[in-house]
């Protein structure tokens, strides 16, 4: 169960009322429960304290039957406040704010917050509280409205929420067809990112790749960080390397890998917004002076050859359409003895035509991904470029791979696929149908997770 908090902080609306009868109004807990949109009942148990039971509600599969018990006070001639008592299954506080502007005229504003524990898996908390904070607006915004008209006529009126549809040109060119995705992958990849960063950091934190777990008790944080340690003891980083970590992200692995090893570090990334959260995280961190990032592509990266000691990578190179030449690139920019040393998202090695369909376009189509390579796709890459491969190994063999998406059950999976079309955010739709794509790939086999390391032979000559 994880506690999901969602807040409303609404602007005042003016109401052709005194302040005085406003605040009469709301202290009248039954009749103001009249105006607000998914209310079932609201009873009274003690003085000034109710128990409000909320509209049943399907999401899916799910029934829902909400309530909370609030005590409501006037706190001053500007302020009404209710607290949260025991009872129910969720928790709400917050106040009115109530201020006089004239003869007959006042302003009201709201404050709300709600806490509720939901069963969903971590990765979709940043989504859910999204989705949630979406809704209270919503509805606080219709249920202010219902108030104000209410209180200025002296009947029950409802308003009924109505829901922002805001058409996102960047949403609509990140799930595009494999040719497509190819030839656009530039401006495609970074406004993926664009749009889904925040709520990655907000459900996933810094570091935006999946681990193998040793325990089924063991928290993702301490997986995903043994990986990062591992990619980066296997290719021999210390603090007298130089690496170059590639499609760095808001720099999770990358600033890891730093503070770990003590090494100087340069993240290269496709998007510039998240080249700049990277920045900021390395000088909040005291690194910067060890850690910097660069905005290119990786395809055609902007360093001189025979530069870095070490490049890593972290489910990056799976964004690019032409890995062949990333590999090169990599190749042109170690050391002679260099290591190139990571992880990436893989295809099982000869899918057939039901796991392409099934499986691999729609993690491909929500995640602009081109396409994927295998194991031994990556491996003869690495080969034909020059490379020692010394390992390409399934991340199955290291431990759990499917405890990455353990809570997306079968239930969860059958809910989030019965919502109607169009009733969720397409960028929250986008995120969540990426997750269970991911989840019934990697459970079927078609999807895979792969870690590499490879050398640069040391008389290498370009």
């Known amino acids: 169960m994880v506690l999901i908090q969602t807040t409303h902080q609404s602007k005042p609306i003016e109401i052709n009322q005194s302040a005085e009868k406003v605040i009469a109004f709301l202290l009248d807990v039954p009749t103001v429960a009249k105006c607000y949109p998914f209310v079932d009942s609201v009873v009274k148990v003690n003085n000034n304290t109710y128990k409000w039971t909320m509209q049943e509600r399907k999401v899916g599969s799910i029934q829902m039957k909400a309530s909370h018990i609030a005590k409501y006070t006037k706190v001053n001639a500007t302020t009404v406040q209710w607290e949260n008592m025991q009872g129910g ?4 506080y917050g106040k009115y704010t109530i201020v006089s502007t004239g003869a007959n005229k006042c302003t009201l504003a709201a404050e709300a917050n709600i806490e509720t524990d939901i069963e969903i898996p971590k990765l979709l908390v940043g989504f859910a509280r999204t989705m949630g904070n979406r809704e209270m607006t919503h509805t606080w915004n219709a249920f202010l409205e219902s108030i104000k008209k209410t209180v200025e006529t002296g009947s029950i009126v409802k ?24 030839e656009n992958y530039n401006t495609m990849v970074s406004d993926y990112y664009d749009i889904v960063t925040e709520t990655y950091q907000s459900g ?10 040793k325990t089924e008790t063991e928290p993702l944080e301490t997986a995903v960080k043994r990986l990062e340690h591992s990619v980066a003891d296997s290719a ?21 890998i730093c503070q770990y090893t003590g090494c100087k570090i340069r993240g ?13 995280r390395a000088k909040d961190l005291g690194v910067a002076d060890r850690a910097s990032f660069d905005h290119g592509d990786a395809m055609k990266m902007p360093y001189p050859d025979n530069t870095f000691d070490v490049v890593t990578f972290f489910e990056s190179t799976c964004h690019m359409p032409d890995k062949q030449a990333f590999i090169k690139e990599c190749y042109r920019v170690l050391k002679p003895g260099g290591r190139m040393s990571g992880s990436e998202w893989l295809q099982c090695e000869k899918p057939t035509e039901k796991d392409i369909v099934q ?11 081109p396409h994927m390579g295998s194991l031994m796709s990556y491996r003869s890459m690495m080969e ?3 490379f020692y491969v010394h390992i390409a190994m399934d991340l199955t063999q290291e431990g759990n791979i499917l405890r990455n998406w353990e809570v997306l059950d079968n239930k969860t999976i059958n809910t989030f696929k019965a919502l109607p079309k169009g009733s969720v955010d397409p960028t929250i739709e986008m995120m969540i149908s990426g997750a269970i794509a991911l989840s019934e790939g990697a459970r079927a086999g078609a999807f895979v997770l792969g870690r590499f390391l490879s050398s640069k032979p ?5």
């Open 268 to 280: 290269l990334n496709i998007n510039k917004k998240q080249v700049g959260i990277a920045t900021q």
């Open 359 to 369: 499986f691999i376009e729609p993690i491909c189509a929500h995640h602009s991904v």
């Open 89 to 92: 299954n969720m928790s709400s």
């Open 384 to 386: 034909s470029a020059g």
């Open 458 to 462: 040391s008389a290498a000559k370009l």
């Open 236 to 256: 021999r980083i210390t603090k007298d390397s130089l690496v170059l970590d590639v499609g760095c992200g808001v720099g999770g692995p990358t600033l890891e």
């Open 159 to 182: 308003v009924a929420p109505v829901e922002d549809v805001v058409k996102d040109e960047k949403f609509e060119g990140v799930r595009l067809k494999e040719e497509k995705r190819v």
């Open 204 to 213: 996933w934190g810094n570091h935006f790749h999946f681990a193998p777990f």
